[in-house]
């Protein structure tokens, strides 16, 4: 499964960070956002308008 990050970006926006749980080894995760190029289908990312109850953008990673 994944492990999944969610935090605050601004007033009205989530941010969703998603590192598949055997990823390699992300010990801080629990505690600031994890940024990783390339990894394909492993990672992958979200941002969400509380507003208007949107996802504004999601991606995966590109292969390396």
Request: net charge positive.
């Amino acid at each position: 499964g994944y492990r999944v990050q969610v935090y605050v970006d601004g007033p009205d926006t989530l941010q969703f960070n998603a590192l598949l749980a055997a990823s390699g080894d992300f010990p801080s995760w629990k505690k600031k956002p994890v940024l990783v190029k390339d990894g394909g289908p492993r990672f992958w990312h979200a941002s969400y308008d509380v507003k208007t109850r949107r996802v504004t953008t999601f991606w995966i990673n590109g292969g390396a």
